[in-house]
């Protein structure tokens, strides 16, 4: 009998640890989470992000940074999205965030027609990692199955968006760091600032780049720039430009071929690519030869990168309305 009652003790011991082991994190996120109990989900984000990337280009990298951006602070939960209440201020005015975060609009009209078609089901944080692969598919880049069965969580953290998130003027060390402490090496990091071959930014983040003695900066390319950023802050701060000068609408690897050049816009873009003595110079050398290598690897460091999930049982939910918790 007591051999029966240690093993029985085992048997639940065992049980509760696995219990735990699987209430939050990569570990349970599944393409086909949705797949019984809101069927219809994929189809609506799909449709609402076409006909907003068809109507203006830009918020296709605005989804895809959304996303990113969301990872980056406190895992993929939708964090981001709140607005800010009482004590709480928003990520969203972090100063990587401010005022040059778009898309929130998209994500609120997709989850008010999923709620009406199976409501209180779908999250948040899975409509941001599904939107950012429908804005990719949708501007001719690659797709891939996103995991799903986030969590969205209760809190955001402008503390934490201010620190974690990395810099428009970062070196490439900065960068490497900031990237493995979320759990991503350089391949992964060169490939998901690929999509900035579809993004924009604004003067003042890369201002510094255009007037400081920057290297391996075209000086065509420089002049053109401060033409239209002048070296004052000042009223022309939010005027903004295409990361990829040749083909800002299509999702490509021409983003990689302009970092040979020394057309990177940013400091954080052009650090990938140093005149063949950088640490990331080969990866980018071969996005810039191989767009079929380039779309295989962001396909792969976005899936990777949807994993950064570190809800736990009752410390998410599923959000009514995105911008606030229930």
Excluded at 32 to 60: G, L, T
Excluded at 150 to 175: G, M, W
Aim: with cysteine; proline share 3%; glycine share 8%.
């Amino acid at each position: 009998m007591a051999m029966g009652f240690f093993l029985l003790t085992l048997f639940l011991l065992s049980f509760s640890l696995f219990s735990v082991s699987t209430q939050g994190g990569s570990s349970e996120l599944s393409p086909y989470y949705y797949d019984k109990s809101c069927p219809k989900a994929m189809k609506i984000i799909a449709k609402v992000v076409k006909e907003a990337v068809h109507k203006e280009q830009r918020k296709a990298g605005a989804l895809i940074r959304l996303h990113f951006h969301d990872c980056f602070v406190m895992g993929c939960d939708g964090s981001i999205l709140l607005d800010t209440v009482g004590d709480m201020e928003s990520e969203k005015e972090a100063p990587m965030n401010k005022g040059s975060m778009l898309g929130f609009e998209i994500i609120d009209q997709v989850k008010s027609e999923i709620e009406k078609a199976c409501p209180g089901v779908f999250s948040c944080a899975d409509i941001v990692a599904v939107a950012a692969r429908d804005a990719s598919v949708f501007s001719d880049g690659p797709g891939w199955k996103v995991k799903l069965g986030r969590k969205d969580s209760k809190i955001s953290s402008i503390e934490r968006a201010t620190s974690d998130l990395p810099r428009p003027n970062s070196d490439v060390d900065e960068l490497i760091a900031r990237f493995k402490s979320n759990g991503l090496d350089e391949t992964d990091m060169v490939a998901l600032s690929g999509a900035h071959t579809i993004g924009k930014a604004r003067c003042l983040t890369y201002r510094n780049r255009i007037y400081e003695n920057s290297s391996y900066i075209n000086p065509s390319f420089q002049k053109q720039r401060q033409n239209d950023c002048p070296v004052e802050p000042g009223q022309n701060d939010n005027f903004v430009e295409d990361l990829d000068l040749v083909t800002p609408k299509k999702f490509d690897n021409n983003y990689f071929k302009l970092l040979y050049h020394g057309l990177g816009l940013l400091t954080s873009d052009q650090a990938l690519y140093l005149g063949g003595e950088g640490k990331t110079d080969k990866i980018v050398l071969n996005y810039a030869k191989n767009q079929r290598k380039f779309f295989r690897d962001f396909a792969k460091a976005m899936i990777k990168m949807g994993d950064i999930y570190d809800l736990t049982g009752s410390s998410g939910e599923i959000r009514k309305h995105c911008r606030k918790k229930n």
